[in-house]
Nanobody
Framework: QVQLVESGGGLAQAGGSLRLSCAAT????????MGWFRQAPGKEREFVAA????????TYADSVKDRFTISRDNDKKSVYLQMTSLRPDDSAVYSC??????????????????WGQGTQVTVSS
């Protein structure tokens, strides 16, 4: 069992930055690949970014590539999402998720077992 708690959301202006954190408790954090997803009102949940258990490989949605950076610190049992050049369409509830599948499809939310409760990000124009 893994429990995930996000923090760092809030209000930012377009062009600004925010850093989201996701703290894990429970079983060995470094057994899990980690992902960030987001969901805006009236829209489906969408993939944002993912990182392998060792942090050696990252995957990004095209919409956030070159603007967002995912990282992890296994000693702190945490994963981060640094968001820069924020746009109003980045506004959503951002959730982190954990997966220990051997052949994870990083952008498939169905492959993730554990989810946090989410943190709201609102970007004003």
């Amino acid at each position: 069992q893994v429990q995930l708690v996000e923090s760092g959301g809030g209000l930012a202006q377009a062009g600004g930055s925010l850093r989201l954190s996701c703290a894990a408790t429970g079983r060995a954090f470094n057994d899990y690949a980690m992902g960030w997803f987001r969901q805006a009102p009236g829209k489906e949940r969408e993939f944002v970014a993912a990182v392998t258990w060792g942090g050696d490989k990252t995957t990004y949605a095209d919409s956030v590539k070159d603007r967002f950076t995912i990282s992890r610190d296994n000693d702190k049992k945490s994963v981060y999402l640094q968001m820069t050049s924020l746009r109003p369409d980045d506004s959503a509830v951002y959730s982190c998720a954990a997966s220990n599948l051997a052949h994870l499809k990083p952008d498939d939310s169905n492959d993730y077992t554990y989810w946090g409760q989410g943190t709201q990000v609102t970007v004003s124009s």
